[in-house]
């Protein structure tokens, strides 16, 4: 065989792949359609009055903060005024190199406690420990420096409540986040852990660190990210948790049961993605143990964070996911095709193995080889628009059941201009803007595999939408 | 002749490219036709839906109040915001003559003939604002209609049911009730807890519900009494306790005795709460220790310092919790034996409960 003709099973490679990778979309697509049906509730139901039953397990919000001065007190503001019978706020000052732990100080009024606590996981020097005196339920601790997930272990050696929720200083959270995602913890006693929808916060306007109205942002850049938002939370995760088998909670919110993650052994610090990283162990432990757990997804919006605005801020941040997702995916490989994994090993590992790591691979190499198997002659350009055709209006048609099941459930944008922006984004996402996010994370599995450390990069953050509030 | 072949193949290639793009492409715009028309639709019906609550607002309030409001025709479109808009202010009433202004009404525009017809309905939405509606209309011959849905697949429905069958006759409910929560796995029991409270069940009901679960609680699974015993929390200490003896019995497995050493409410109880502060569980040690705070006697007091020296943090801090409970002697008393405690973990403890209550 000639290196043209080679070139010419190249489509066939391509197309195959690309037959595969939308077959799944579209089961995982028709699985989140089932759920959304089955988790909201029946109309009239959100109606009824929601008392707490006093069985509600107290939670412990765990933030961790590193140089977040100008915002974390109006974060904090917010976190107080959740709605849930029994919450603590533990903040980890991360070794912060601003005034973060003196704006903590002075605004809610610190005072040293002689904390004695349980070292579950190790983590770096503890330097102090703080209570408020203006907020019995909050805490603050501060370390030297290291990292969100060392910080994170810390707020675990320190949290007193069986479940813990993990939130990002900057997080939008609906007053019913808590609520909403204790849920499933209160329905099955197996569950260990629950993820919600994370939307985009950028277009909205918040105010006193609460959503007041949902909108869509200016930047054509971000209201791509919130059609891809839609695609990942709506069916995504949707899709795998029916399966029990997902495998990423977003680090911007989640909930867990304190002891599943102490048995996991906490967050790992040597990865920059801890949040998938945590997920997959705690599916290895408790699968290779034959203990019966759920991890599941609740697909009501309870938090809405901001999504970058510069194509160098989202170069950084998408080439960390996919490190994160290699570096998960490599320390869980035990899992792939064990006898024990379930559909955890048998279905989603392969899945995100083939089609999320290996993906970008497959995308750019295989339209490069197009590109050249056209300039070779060996491939027509009708033939090459036929396979530009097939890639793009699949794409356009995942994102549109994604809109669609957005629209059946929760139908957070209303409006007709909003319903256009949002059809413009999906075609500018498959048209140019699908295939950079494939070349930065195909930079990033080289730069994992040719062992560069990874980064977490600086989110730089306008909060534009965020009104003036904060505690009074 | 391979030149040929090669050539039809990769024309049907290209022939399956052009159909899946196309096919996409299709079915993109009419997935986006179809989520127009839903945004459509939904502001058609909230246009409706504003219109409907303009007019009945007015109407429904001056009837909690107990005047005789003119009244229009139900329009059978509006029939199901009119009675959310009904059952909400239904539940932020409070008092007899409010309740009695809105049912007059409700009977005057036909709700109770609406709510019936929802029922009938296959919508999960339809029905639950139907039972809702007949919960607060609480007519007797509606039991019979009702009762069959606590047996519906979706548990909200059947905690539905359950509400308005509490409303309409609670006698005849709970045993209704208690059948179902053995095999109703998928009720949250902390929606049925709830449900309970908002009864506002009688003693004699209480005591009754109390009986059953007693009777039959030697032929739970672990399972089920780990799901069931936080019922226990709305009873009288005296309908219980004996039903906790029963469950603190050595040879219970450590969740069962956990779940029942939360409901540890009676001084009868006290030698089985001390005799499970040197349980092997840690849970259960931890429990120990907590019903031992509400339990115990000055006497307990050496066992709940030695308690503070447990291997398990819990242990240790509901040990010092329960010391400082005011039952073991003053804080400033307490303190001082603190001092002089051997064990550094114990201090330490003893210490940051001590800092939590000066806080």
């Known amino acids: 065989m000639t290196g043209l003709a080679a070139l010419g099973v190249v489509p066939w490679i391509f197309l195959g792949y690309f037959v595969a990778l939308q077959l799944t979309y579209v089961v995982l697509d028709l699985l989140a359609l089932g759920e959304i049906r089955r988790a909201t509730p029946p109309g009239g139901a959100a109606e009824l009055p929601q008392s707490y039953s006093g069985l509600e397990p107290p939670v412990s919000l765990l933030v961790p903060a590193y140089n977040e001065a100008p915002t974390i007190v109006a974060a904090l503001w917010s976190m107080l005024q959740l709605e849930y019978p029994s919450f603590e706020i533990v903040v980890v000052n991360d070794g912060s190199t601003d005034a973060t732990l003196e704006v903590l100080k002075r605004e809610l009024d610190l005072r040293p406690f002689p904390e004695a606590t349980r070292i579950s996981v190790p983590t770096r020097r503890v330097r102090g420990r703080y209570r408020s005196e203006r907020f019995r339920n909050l805490r603050v601790i501060d370390k030297e420096n290291g990292g969100k997930a060392d910080a994170l272990n810390a707020a675990i050696n ?10 990002d200083a900057d997080s939008v959270l609906q007053r019913d986040s808590l609520s909403r995602a204790v849920r499933p913890f209160l329905e099955d006693a197996t569950t ?11 277009g909205c306007r918040v105010s006193e660190g609460f959503l007041e109205q949902v909108g869509l942002p200016r930047s054509w850049l971000v209201r791509i990210q919130v059609v891809e938002y839609f695609r990942a939370f709506l069916f995504g995760r949707l899709g795998w948790s029916p399966l029990n088998a997902m495998l990423i909670i977003s ?3 989640g909930v867990f049961r304190r002891e599943a993650v102490v048995a996991a052994g906490g967050y790992r610090t040597d990865t920059v993605g801890e949040d998938m990283d945590l997920v997959v162990r705690l599916h290895r432990t408790f699968r290779l143990s034959g203990t019966p757990y759920r991890i599941v997804f609740v697909p009501d919006p309870i938090c809405w964070t901001e999504a970058p605005e510069s194509l160098r801020v989202l170069r950084a941040q998408r080439m960390r996911w996919q490190r994160g997702l290699l570096e998960s995916l490599a320390a869980g490989r035990s899992l792939l095709f064990h006898r024990r994994g379930g559909a955890v090993g048998w279905l989603a590992f392969p899945v995100a193995l083939l089609f999320d790591a290996l993906g970008p691979v497959v995308e750019v190499v295989g339209l490069a080889l197009m590109v050249v198997a056209v300039v070779a002659g060996s491939l027509s350009v009708p033939a090459f628009l036929a396979f530009l055709l097939a890639a793009v209006g ?8 994604a809109l669609l099941l957005e629209a059946m459930s929760f139908h957070a944008y209303q409006r007709p201009s909003q319903l256009a922006a949002l059809f413009g984004a999906m075609v500018a996402e498959n048209l140019g803007y699908r295939q950079l996010t494939s070349w930065w994370r195909l930079r990033a599995l080289v730069l994992w595999l040719v ?10 953050r306008s909060a534009s939408w965020q009104a003036p509030g904060g505690p009074r | 002749m391979e ?3 090669a050539t039809s193949g990769s024309d049907a290639l290209v022939g399956v490219a052009y159909l899946i793009g196309v096919v996409s492409l299709v079915l993109t715009l009419l997935l986006t036709l179809q989520v127009a028309w839903l945004q459509l639709a939904a502001r058609r019906l909230e246009r409706r839906q504003r219109r409907c609550l303009e007019t009945w607002r007015p109407i429904l309030y001056d009837a909690a109040m107990g005047e005789a409001p003119a009244v229009p025709p139900l329009a059978p479109d509006d029939e199901a915001t009119f009675l959310l808009l009904w059952n909400q202010l239904q539940d932020g009433l409070r008092g007899r003559s409010s309740r009695e202004g809105l049912n007059r009404l409700a009977a005057t525009v036909g709700a109770h003939a609406a709510a019936l017809r929802a029922l009938a309905r296959k919508a999960a939405a339809s029905r639950m604002l139907a039972l809702r509606t007949l919960r607060y209309l609480g007519e007797p011959a509606d039991f019979d209609r009702v009762e069959p849905l606590l047996d519906a697949p979706e548990a909200p429905i059947c905690l539905a049911a359950a509400r308005a069958l509490f409303h309409i006759d609670r006698a005849a409910a709970t045993p209704e009730l208690w059948t179902r929560l053995r095999t109703r796995v998928d009720w949250p029991m902390a929606q049925v807890a709830a449900l309970l409270r908002d009864s506002d069940l009688g003693e004699a009901e209480l005591a009754g519900l109390a009986t059953a679960i007693n009777g039959q609680v030697h032929r739970l699974t672990t399972a089920e009494l780990r799901r069931i015993l936080p019922l226990l929390a709305i009873f009288d200490e005296a309908d219980v306790s004996p039903m906790v003896h029963r469950l603190l019995a050595p040879f219970q497995v450590p969740e069962v005795l956990s779940a029942a050493l ?5 001084p009868a109880l006290l030698p089985d709460v001390v005799r499970l502060c040197t349980h092997p569980a840690w849970p259960v040690r931890t429990q120990a220790a907590t019903a031992l705070g509400r339990l115990g006697r000055p006497e307990h007091r050496d066992l709940l310092l030695g ?9 240790r801090y509901r040990a010092a919790q329960a010391l400082l409970s005011g039952r073991f002697g003053e804080a400033g008393e307490l303190a001082a034996l603190g001092d002089r405690l051997s064990d550094r973990f114990a201090r330490d403890i003893l210490c940051h409960v001590l800092a939590e209550g000066r806080a």
């Not at chain 1, 320190?158 to 939130?167: D, G, I, K, Y």
């Not at chain 1, 260990?192 to 950028?202: E, L, Q, S, V, Y």
């Not at chain 1, 062992?451 to 989110?459: A, D, E, I, K, N």
């Open chain 1, 158 to 167: 320190s949290a007193r409540s069986p479940l813990v929720c993990v939130v």
């Open chain 2, 262 to 266: 939360k409901e540890a409410r009676g």
């Open chain 2, 3 to 5: 030149a040929a072949l």
């Open chain 1, 251 to 253: 680090g911007a919110f």
């Open chain 1, 192 to 202: 260990i852990a629950c993820g919600g929808t994370i939307r985009i916060a950028n």
């Open chain 2, 307 to 315: 308690m503070m020296a447990d291997p398990q943090w819990w242990v």
């Open chain 1, 451 to 460: 062992r560069r450390p990874g980064r977490w990069g600086t989110m730089e």
């Open chain 1, 394 to 401: 699949m794409g356009l048609f995942l994102s549109a059941s």
